[in-house]
């Protein structure tokens, strides 16, 4: 049994809107965003453990305790750790399988491995929502690796890479971010290769269960028609009070300013030509604590000057320069911050000649009229699409879970939108280094 806190209501009065921050002992953060007026609910227990994190230290609350640091994990285990923890065993020994539980209950269950990120979810009506959530507490906190399920799960994921490596907007993709990053680990692909998972076993399963899923690194972002005190009773119940509480310290790396390669290409069965084309941001923007913000700048830079409702982008779609396929995009999570466009055409040398001729022009001339009247009516677009959002147990879980890793709040996004200003996305754009680019291609 677990004692739990409340340590914070975070409020937004610009929107009416408020949710809790509760905390255990052991360090857990549970953000429970009550939604009466909807019918149903939304949980995501995460973990910050994600294929960046393949070194780390262990550093115990007690600060006479010794530090454990492990070095050089096989790529794609973190992917690995998350197949495996659906299956557990039952009282007689035998595997059981989460998914049957949750199926049971009418709920709808699923988990991913991002970079940055692992996270257990399932949606349910309110009714279901506390038999859902002990199903979702139970089998998260109890990991069961045999020899035997380690090696069955080797092929099902071996089959997985290969399907992805024969993807070419998958390729395409991570060409581009190994084009960009020298020694940035989300250059890593999540799921490894063959050889790498090749080398997991079930004790470095459980290692890297019992360092990246201890309460300290965890987070459960609950959203919907359910009751606070409730809900933090069950909590308290079923959350198991860790013999050892410590902290996890991610590893850190060194990330020259330039580019590793400016140009990629790979040959795959393809309609067309696809395309990536990275702006590799100063190392200390990635960083910084302030990257979840300046993501938010991005992305409205972006779209004022390559959306849909641009003169740039009638004048290189009526050209045949771009297609429907064309779009700019911010890649980000924790240690990454990357600006990217993409698409297919026969030529994406041009493409990106036209895009890096567009970003200096406007360098170096300023924002026309047109920018400044689409700036503010993205802006207003972008705040309403998340006051929307509060409407969504779904999306209110997920973004409280992406804020809060990243150190930030649920409202963060709506207060930076709300405050940008035009002088801002200016000094924004003035960070994109022009002739510091990697371009993938898959011909």
Wanted: hydrophobic content about 40%.
């Amino acid at each position: 049994m677990s004692k739990i806190t409340l340590k914070q209501t975070i409020k937004y009065s610009a929107l009416d809107a408020e949710y809790y921050v509760y905390e255990t002992e052991a360090g857990l953060q549970i953000l429970l965003y009550p939604m009466p007026e909807v019918s149903g609910a939304y949980a995501l227990f995460g973990t910050k453990y994600g294929s960046v994190d393949v070194e780390f230290k262990r550093v115990p609350f007690d600060k006479g305790g010794a530090v454990k640091s492990v070095e050089q994990l096989p790529d794609g285990i973190a992917h690995y750790l998350e197949h495996k923890l659906f299956e557990s065993a039952d009282e007689n020994g035998k595997a059981a399988d989460a998914f049957r539980l949750f199926a049971k209950t009418g709920a709808n269950a699923n988990a991913y491995t991002s970079f940055d990120r692992t996270a257990y979810l399932f949606s349910s009506d309110a009714d279901t929502f506390y038999d859902n959530l002990r199903i979702l507490l139970g089998f998260v906190q109890d990991p069961y690796f045999t020899e035997e399920n380690v090696a069955k799960e080797q092929g099902i994921i071996g089959q997985e890479i290969n399907m992805y490596r024969d993807d070419p907007g998958w390729r395409v993709f991570f060409n581009c971010l190994q084009g960009v990053y020298h020694n940035n680990p989300v250059r890593r692909d999540i799921a490894g290769t063959v050889e790498s998972i090749a080398e997991i076993t079930p004790e470095l399963l459980y290692e890297c269960y019992n360092t990246f899923y201890s309460q300290g690194n965890m987070l459960l972002s609950l959203a919907g028609n359910i009751d606070p005190e409730k809900t933090i009773a069950l909590c308290e119940e079923l959350l198991k009070d860790p013999s050892e509480k410590f902290t996890v310290e991610h590893a850190p790396y060194d990330e020259p300013k330039n580019v590793r390669t400016a140009y990629t290409e790979e040959k795959l069965p393809c309609a067309f030509p696809l395309y990536q084309l990275g702006f590799k941001l100063p190392v200390e923007v990635e960083k910084s604590k302030a990257a979840y913000d300046t993501d938010v700048q991005l992305s409205l830079l972006l779209d004022i000057l390559f959306g849909e409702l641009t003169t740039w982008y009638d004048t290189n779609f009526e050209s045949g320069l771009i297609n429907a396929q064309f779009s700019a995009d911010v890649f980000s999570g924790r240690g990454f911050l990357l600006p990217i466009v993409s698409g297919e055409c026969e030529t994406p040398e041009k493409v990106k000649d036209a895009v890096i001729a567009e970003i200096k022009n406007v360098q170096a001339n300023g924002f026309t009229d047109e920018h400044k009247e689409l700036f503010e009516l993205l802006r207003k677009s972008t705040y309403g699409g998340l006051v929307n959002a509060l409407s969504s147990p779904q999306s209110v879980a997920g973004v409280m879970l992406e804020a809060h890793i990243l150190g930030k709040d649920f409202f963060s996004k709506a207060e930076t939108i709300k405050r940008l200003t035009i002088e801002t996305l200016f000094d924004t754009l003035k960070m994109i280094e022009t002739d510091n680019y990697a371009l993938s291609v898959v011909k």
